[in-house]
């Protein structure tokens, strides 16, 4: 009789389970995956560093999203991207500039897309075929430590680095260009010398200048960090995005000067928008939705001292943030020249003309 009753207790336990894992099967096939799975999204950026990396992650993590992000500078992520085609590692790309989406665009690397809050975006700024859509405005500016310089002292242009001898040595010179940042200040310099009988539609004079400007600066050796140089005098001038002065002058306690040259600055508009070939389309979507909103890109503003391309989210930009964006004068150049050569310069550049 004992045993009788332990075997349909047996019997019973495992018809449970039988019916358990039908259920769970049920589940799996006719119901969404966990929010986990369902959510989880490779993030490509060049737009991570002084804490928003972490700060995204934070975010994202509580709206239901896992994401994973590689940094790299401009130019290296959008190497990378055109090197995946075939077979895409990363969802989301955001950061770098309108010339790799322009690129990305063309080589039909980018999945059509309109998000919801695309018509609260500057005019102009977006995309017109809907591949990709702006979120921060970034001035590439030539600053310099204001404890060493004044208005007065300071270059009044790019061009007073390499002209004046008092700045010979005492400015930042980059070694690689697979940043955006300075590949927009060597496109900046180079367009006030467009010739199309020039090589690769830039003047002799162009070349000679930055020539010069490679010639004349500080090299810093590995490990060191600009602004670390620019607080203590070593090379203090050199290129900064908009948004990366704030955070390093509570770091470093230096007053950042801000060189506004006549012909204007170059802004970089960094762009959000979704990788063609991602196994997770959906979740892609929700994500730039979610992101390129004017709450998300208004909290950002504020906390990364950014300029928002979402106009909606302007109200939420620090005021010395809107100061600095009226006080610029924006640079004439023409962006679709400049992605037509710019790797030609930089191949130039770096076999010809590195001191």
């Known amino acids: 009789m004992y045993i009788k009753r332990w075997l349909l ?19 799996s096939k006719d119901q969404p995956s966990s929010s986990s799975e369902k959510k989880s999204l490779v993030i490509y950026s060049n737009s991570v560093s002084d804490g928003r990396g972490d700060w995204l992650k934070e975010k994202a993590t509580e709206k239901g999203f896992n994401i994973e992000i590689v940094e790299g500078g401009g130019g290296d992520i959008a190497n990378r991207i055109v090197a995946e085609k075939n077979n895409p590692i990363a969802d989301v790309v955001f950061g770098l500039n309108t010339m790799n989406y322009e690129d990305f665009k063309a080589a039909g690397l980018l999945e059509k897309y309109k998000p919801v809050w695309a018509s609260e975006v500057s005019k102009g700024l977006n995309d017109k075929n809907d591949y990709y859509h ?30 004046k001898k008092e700045f010979h040595g005492k400015y930042d010179a980059p070694s690689s260009f697979g940043g955006g940042t300075i590949r927009i200040v060597i496109a900046g310099i180079l367009v006030r010398h467009q010739d199309p009988k020039g090589e690769y539609g830039i003047s002799k004079e162009g070349w000679d200048e930055i020539k010069n400007y490679l010639k004349y600066g500080y090299y810093a050796a590995e490990g060191e960090d600009f602004y670390a140089n620019l607080a203590s005098g070593k090379s203090p001038l050199g290129p900064m995005w908009s948004s990366g002065i704030a955070t390093r002058e509570q770091q470093y306690g230096v007053k950042a000067g801000i060189v506004k040259p006549e012909i204007g600055v170059p802004y ?49 930009a620090p005021q010395e943030v809107k100061d600095l964006e009226a006080s610029l004068k924006t640079q004439d150049i023409d962006w679709a020249f400049v992605s037509k050569h710019i790797n030609q310069w930089v191949e130039k550049i770096e076999l010809e003309l590195l001191p």
Request: glycine content about 6%.
């Open 134 to 163: 702006s979120i921060v405005k970034q001035a590439i500016l030539l600053i310099y430590n204001s404890k060493l310089y004044d208005e007065k002292s300071a270059p009044k242009d790019w061009t007073d680095l390499w002209n």
């Open 9 to 27: 207790i047996v019997l019973g336990v495992l018809f449970a389970s039988v019916l358990a894992g039908c259920s769970s099967d049920n589940t």
């Open 268 to 316: 970089a508009v960094e762009q959000v928008a979704i990788i063609k070939g991602t196994k997770n389309l959906k979740t892609a979507k929700e994500f730039v939705d979610w992101f390129g909103s004017a709450e998300v890109q208004g909290e950002w503003a504020k906390k990364f001292s950014s300029m928002p391309a979402n106009e909606k989210a302007l109200e939420h």
